[in-house]
């Protein structure tokens, strides 16, 4: 797991070959303008999701993913984020689905972190993450990399 700001995105471009391209299109002018839905950069390799989220009750299960690095970037508003490492994870709440590249756990995460504005967060297959409901109203983009 990764968390850093946008502007210190560059160190990170040697962890995938399609961090880079993934990074200036977050950077780019019409990038916080995007319509909620999927967006498709480099066909089911490299497509982001921007999702706009309203404060509500939510319980979040920490999720994993094998066939795509997750890159959670807030646009605007904030929202908290759960972690644990994969290989610590014990409950099973649902096995993996690989249509949908998705397990779920009833573990609860060892810390929880914010991503603010500009702020993001990259999940490799090996962390378990759970993105918790925001207080209020938030705008991110979900970046799915494809593993190589």
């Keep these: 797991m990764i968390l850093d700001t946008l502007d210190r995105a560059a160190r990170y471009y040697a962890n995938h070959r399609l961090f880079e391209q993934a990074f200036a299109f977050a950077k780019s002018p019409d990038f916080k303008a995007l319509p909620t839905g999927t967006h498709k950069l480099q066909g089911d390799d490299l497509f982001v999701i921007i999702a706009d989220d309203h404060a509500r009750e939510h319980d979040a299960k920490l999720e994993a993913h094998r066939k795509y ?47 603010a504005p500009d702020t993001f967060a990259i999940f490799f297959p090996d962390d378990a993450h759970s993105p918790n409901a925001p207080k209020t109203f938030v705008k991110k983009a979900i970046f799915k990399v494809a593993v190589e």
């Design 69 to 115: 690095i997750d890159i959670q970037l807030t646009i605007d508003g904030a929202f908290d984020i759960g972690w644990k490492s994969l290989h610590q994870c014990k409950t099973i709440e649902k096995p993996y689905d690989p249509e949908n590249d998705v397990m779920l756990f009833a573990d609860a995460p060892d810390f929880q972190m914010t991503l």
